[in-house]
């Protein structure tokens, strides 16, 4: 079982800045596929953007140009920079690993909110 939480969620302005941290209790950080979710109310949840163990990177449209996602295999820690954003930012930000077809863990959320 891998354990991971997340941290830097809060509350910013639109325009602002915020980055997301995830850390990962398993050894074999460096294989995993990670991942960045978003679930707003009354939205599907959407993938924001994943990284494989490779460094392969895939963001979603809405956040392209934007959002950095980043990991530091070392640290068993990835990372989402997320730059000028807009109150359609506002969401739980989950934190996803992926090691198998079948594998996978979710970390608990964190609310990220983008108001004035």
């Known amino acids: 079982q891998v354990q991971l939480v997340e941290s830097g969620g809060g509350l910013v302005q639109p325009g602002g800045s915020l980055r997301l941290s995830c850390t990962a209790s398993g050894r074999s950080f460096s294989l995993y596929t990670m991942g960045w979710y978003r679930q707003a109310p009354g939205k599907q949840r959407e993938l924001v953007a994943s990284?494989?163990?490779?460094?392969?990177?895939n963001y979603a449209d809405s956040v392209k140009g934007r959002f950095t996602i980043s990991r530091d295999n070392a640290k068993n820690t990835v990372y989402l920079q997320m730059d000028n954003m807009t109150p359609e930012d506002t969401a739980v930000y989950y934190c996803n690993a992926r090691w198998s077809q079948l594998l996978a863990s979710w970390g608990g959320g964190t609310q990220v909110t983008v108001s004035s």
């Open positions: 990284i494989t163990s490779s460094s392969g990177i």
